[in-house]
């Protein structure tokens, strides 16, 4: 027999991770294994099964009509709500706003995180991987409402930019409470996102498939065209979905920039909740844009494919 270390102590941590593998086999034992997959993804179910049962009291709420009696809703159920969504002016426009400004954001988005993230994944100094991603983590640690504080403070008529332009001349422009301010805030706020999903899909691009398309004639703008943007489509779509489906639903940025001109549906579902209690309307406004929402994402599938947002190298 071996001889053993009388000096050898059993460590704690090796202690804490029998008991804790002996709990573990106490509460899931071995004949369970094969619902182990299950029992992972139930966390993700149980999120699932309570956003349904959400749908589906907003959907009770959406038929119902508000009585300006009372201001309870109805007893009985109606499409009154939907039809008047659906048949104001007002709603449509703000729709077509937000429609409009998911499309700009997401385009301008990814016209300015491509090139980037393509700098992060291919530099080689490390110093300056380095910098590039402080730069992009930086945003996360600071809240969404402060950030758009701060645009208030430098867009303003007093603020840093019209001091910088009044020096060349320029009087005081108005840079705030208008469309361009509310996209701009946006791009702002949608770039790391947009950055953090190419990353993946620039870097499973190998760097030799360029310099084969250098090597047989094709300039830097061929190789862009024909080689790197379609292998990083996954990551181009993937971007453009979370940019979209973020801009389309945001209420913040709108609010502050816009000044309250400039609202999207997010807002003009707050006000019916919070401002004229018409909680039915705002229900409706909630389920349609869940619906077009969910519309977009189901025709990027249907034109580029599910399987396209993998992220892995294609067999």
């Known amino acids: 027999m071996p001889e053993t270390n009388p000096d050898f102590r059993y460590p704690l941590r090796w202690r804490i991770m029998d008991m804790a593998e002996a709990i573990a086999d106490f509460l899931w034992p071995r004949r369970l294994s094969k619902y182990t997959g299950w029992l992972f993804i139930m966390p993700a179910l149980m999120l699932v099964g309570i956003l349904v049962l959400g749908l589906i009291q907003i959907a009770d709420a959406s038929l119902r009509t508000l009585d300006t009696a009372t201001y309870l809703p109805s007893d009985n159920w109606s499409l009154d709500n939907f039809q008047k969504a659906l048949g104001s002016s007002v709603y449509f426009k703000v729709a077509w706003r937000s429609l409009l400004g998911a499309a700009l954001t997401t385009a301008i988005t990814l016209c300015f995180a491509f090139p980037y993230a393509y700098a992060m994944v291919r530099t080689q100094s490390p110093k300056v991987r ?186």
Do not use: C
């Open 130 to 315: 380095k910098a590039l991603l402080i730069a992009l983590f930086l945003p996360f640690f600071i809240g969404q409402v402060v950030r758009a504080y701060g645009w208030l403070i430098l867009l303003g008529n007093g603020g840093m930019v019209n001091d910088v332009l009044g020096l060349v001349g320029i009087g005081p422009v108005r840079l705030l409470f208008n469309y361009p301010a509310v996209i701009f805030g946006l791009v702002q706020y949608m770039l790391p996102f947009a950055v953090l999903m190419l990353a993946p899909a620039l870097t499973a691009i190998p760097t030799e498939t360029e310099i084969a398309a250098g090597s047989l004639g094709a300039n830097w703008l061929q190789t862009l065209w024909h080689v790197i943007l379609p292998m990083a489509k996954p990551g181009l779509v993937g971007a453009g979905l979370v940019v979209g489906t973020l801009s389309l639903t945001d209420f913040a940025v709108p609010a502050m920039l816009g000044g309250g001109s400039q609202d999207f549906v997010a807002n003009a579902i707050y006000d019916q909740f919070f401002r004229t209690a018409d909680q039915g309307l705002g229900a409706a406004l909630a389920l349609l844009l869940v619906a077009v929402g969910s519309l977009i994402v189901g025709l990027v599938f249907m034109v580029f494919g599910a399987g396209t947002l993998s992220m892995g190298a294609r067999k």
